[in-house]
């Protein structure tokens, strides 16, 4: 399966994320999200549901916010999974370990063998 398989691909760049309103504000420029867009868990979770077409969210530059917010960056994997169990057929949340769309605030091991 390729990503173009699984719907439009969104890049939601986390690089640089140090709390969650910057999360929120993010997520919102990132999957243009309506301007009633609350910018709290449960509104995300309620726009996720609602997207209109497939979607592959790509989510990278996380591991920084993950590291200093570890109870928040858990509350997003949530809420990413159960829109994702919510609306299997519409949306695919994917976490890139590296830089392959740039952005990331981790450096990639280089090659392996």
Known sequence: MRLDDLGDTIVLD???VTDKAAFMDRSAA????????GRNWDALADC?????????????????YAR????????AQDVFAS???ERPTRLTVL????????GSDERSPGRLG
């Open 30 to 37: 990132a999957l243009a999200l309506p301007d009633w867009f």
């Open 14 to 16: 986390l690089y640089g």
């Open 68 to 75: 200093t917010h570890p109870r928040e960056w858990q509350l």
């Open 95 to 102: 976490l890139s370990l590296g830089e392959v769309f740039g």
């Open 48 to 64: 996720l549901t609602d997207l209109p077409e497939p979607v592959a969210l790509v989510v990278t530059g996380w591991q920084g």
């Open 83 to 85: 829109a994702v169990e």
